[in-house]
């Protein structure tokens, strides 16, 4: 069963503008770890903002934020002010369980397209 | 503080070979994951070593295999290439807490022909 959806294979945004990326995610465990990543075109992965389930504030990173919905099982990406060089593959990943065993293991989503137009 | 090296960037095989990628994590980083993103199939996990030691392992055949040296570095070999091992091959590392970031290289990409 997919354990991270990205239900959006593709979004626009206009430059200066909000945007709202969404992650849902399956687990039985109650101790988890959320995480976003950005990929631009050149392939490497950049992290972005982390979330654990146990957090009760939404992390927030300079323009990014987690809006966790604990109950929904919902992670979504929030980028402020968006800019051009925002454009990008971003990823949503979980780690399960509250182990250092599964510390190296994340499990991403099929990831969003984010276009940012001037 | 340097980032996550791979080498090499890009590799070319043929079926039937094997192929060895290197990973060199961050200073002071001891885990070292391993995953294959492919267009049909996504980012998936391989591996993760920890201390030199293989923690946890992903749903991959045996040809899959890697190792961990006392200074962190990482090595990935696939033997006998098969088509579909086309992929981007990237290395992550992390201080290896659970609640910690993965910091990723640039990633080797795998062209088997």
């Known amino acids: 069963a997919q354990k991270i959806t990205q239900t959006q294979p593709g979004m626009f945004v206009q430059e200066k503008e909000a945007v709202t990326l969404d992650c849902t995610y399956d687990?039985?465990?109650?101790?988890?770890?959320l995480f976003w990543y950005k990929q631009p075109s050149s392939g490497e992965m950049i992290f972005l903002i982390y979330?654990?389930?146990?957090?009760?504030q939404n992390a927030t990173e300079g323009r990014y934020s987690l809006n966790f919905q604990k109950a929904r099982k919902s992670a979504n990406l929030v980028i402020s002010a968006s800019q051009l060089g925002d454009s990008a593959m971003y990823f949503c990943a979980m780690r399960e369980g509250n182990s250092n065993t599964n510390a190296g293991k994340s499990t991403f989503g099929d990831g969003t397209t984010l276009t940012v137009k001037p | 503080k340097a980032g996550v090296t791979q080498t090499p960037r890009y590799l070319i095989k043929t079926r039937g070979q094997q192929v060895t990628l290197s990973c060199s994590p961050i200073?002071?980083?001891?885990?070292v994951s391993w995953y294959q993103q492919t267009p049909g199939q996504g980012l998936q996990f391989l591996f993760e070593?920890?201390?030199?030691?293989?923690?946890n392992k992903g749903n991959f055949p045996g040809r899959f295999s890697g190792r961990q040296f006392s200074n962190s570095r990482s090595e990935m070999n696939v033997s006998t290439l098969e088509l579909g091992d086309s992929a981007l091959y990237l290395c992550?590392?992390?201080?290896?807490?659970?609640?910690?970031?993965?910091?990723f290289g640039d990633g080797t990409r795998l062209s088997i022909l």
């Open positions: 979330q654990g389930s146990y957090d009760e």
């Open positions: 200073s002071g980083h001891r885990s």
């Open positions: 687990t039985s465990d109650q101790s988890y770890g």
């Open positions: 992550a590392s992390s201080q290896g807490g659970f609640n910690q970031p993965q910091h």
């Open positions: 070593y920890f201390s030199e030691t293989q923690r």
